[in-house]
């Protein structure tokens, strides 16, 4: 029941959006070629489930390995920043900086660099999905009690020791915070780097699409898309549950 109370609100919200949009292009007329309805969109999503499908698979493979090599040096990042002070500051405004980067202006100049194969879009998804897990990371590193590190020194605990079995779990929630926050911008950026130069994923689809002047195919793409979000922020959420479990069993033994 608890479920069903959170998600409730927004599938009547959802349903009430889709019947306003539904109603207004009935009423006004409107070509689907400037704004197709939703039941429109659903058909060009069910006559083109197997080439969206293809493209999909794609799209999740790129975004997959991205987002995996993403959290790793994320992870790798923030311990390197965590134990050099002078790290830290020579760094942060960099990172800062990558951050301000247009994605649009960068992708072509990835597939320039580096081709056309899976190394650009790869490079694409980790540039734009590591920084808030760095950041969120650095934030849970903050959060020991200093009275908590200090009784570990002095029980002869260890700069990594003290890391290892307190920092480090301290930053668990905001590590999922950070992750959560990340992985809405997984999907967005593979496709983005599909863009600018791929063979298959939904990126080529949409472009496909658009240059095709069916925009019922473009946000059957969308809503694609989105689901692929949904569904890894599910996992995300998942993988959270699971491990907390077990983390609290750890620190209540």
């Given at each position: 029941?608890?479920?069903?109370?959170?998600?409730?609100?927004?599938?009547?919200?959802?349903?009430?959006?889709?019947?306003?949009?539904?109603?207004?292009?009935?009423?006004?007329?409107?070509?689907?070629?400037v704004l197709?309805?939703?039941?429109?969109?659903?058909?060009?999503?069910?006559?083109?489930?197997?080439?969206?499908?293809?493209?999909?698979?794609?799209?999740?493979?790129?975004?997959?390995?991205?987002?995996?090599?993403?959290?790793?040096?994320?992870?790798?990042?923030?311990?390197?920043?965590?134990?050099?002070g002078w790290?830290?500051?020579?760094?942060?405004?960099?990172?800062?900086?990558?951050?301000?980067?247009?994605?649009?202006?960068?992708?072509?100049?990835?597939?320039?660099?580096?081709?056309?194969?899976?190394?650009?879009?790869?490079?694409?998804?980790?540039?734009?999905?590591?920084?808030?897990?760095?950041?969120?990371?650095?934030?849970?590193?903050?959060?020991?009690?200093?009275?908590?590190?200090?009784?570990?020194?002095?029980?002869?605990?260890?700069?990594?020791?003290?890391?290892?079995?307190?920092?480090?779990?301290?930053?668990?929630g905001h590590?999922?915070?950070?992750?959560?926050?990340?992985?809405?911008?997984?999907?967005?950026?593979?496709?983005?780097?599909?863009?600018?130069?791929?063979?298959?994923?939904?990126?080529?689809?949409?472009?496909?699409?658009?240059?095709?002047?069916?925009?019922?195919?473009?946000?059957?793409?969308?809503?694609?898309?989105?689901?692929?979000?949904?569904?890894?922020?599910?996992?995300?959420?998942?993988?959270?549950?699971?491990?907390?479990?077990?983390?609290?069993?750890?620190?209540?033994?």
């Open positions: 029941m608890s479920v069903v109370r959170h998600i409730l609100p927004a599938v009547i919200l959802a349903i009430a959006f889709l019947g306003g949009w539904e109603a207004y292009v009935a009423l006004t007329g409107t070509s689907p070629l197709p309805a939703p039941s429109d969109v659903l058909n060009g999503l069910r006559v083109e489930r197997t080439a969206i499908a293809r493209h999909a698979a794609a799209t999740i493979g790129v975004a997959s390995v991205g987002f995996g090599l993403s959290v790793l040096f994320a992870i790798a990042v923030s311990v390197a920043l965590h134990f050099a790290l830290r500051r020579g760094m942060m405004p960099l990172l800062v900086a990558s951050q301000t980067v247009p994605i649009v202006a960068l992708a072509p100049l990835m597939v320039l660099w580096f081709g056309f194969g899976l190394l650009p879009k790869v490079l694409l998804v980790i540039l734009v999905t590591f920084f808030p897990m760095v950041v969120s990371l650095m934030a849970g590193y903050a959060t020991l009690p200093r009275a908590f590190r200090d009784q570990l020194v002095s029980m002869g605990a260890g700069r990594w020791q003290v890391f290892r079995r307190a920092t480090l779990p301290s930053a668990r590590f999922f915070a950070g992750l959560r926050i990340s992985a809405t911008y997984a999907i967005v950026a593979t496709i983005f780097a599909e863009y600018a130069g791929a063979r298959r994923g939904l990126g080529i689809y949409i472009l496909t699409a658009k240059n095709n002047f069916r925009a019922d195919l473009v946000l059957s793409a969308v809503v694609v898309s989105a689901l692929l979000t949904l569904a890894l922020l599910a996992l995300i959420q998942l993988v959270d549950r699971l491990t907390g479990r077990r983390y609290r069993r750890a620190t209540h033994a």
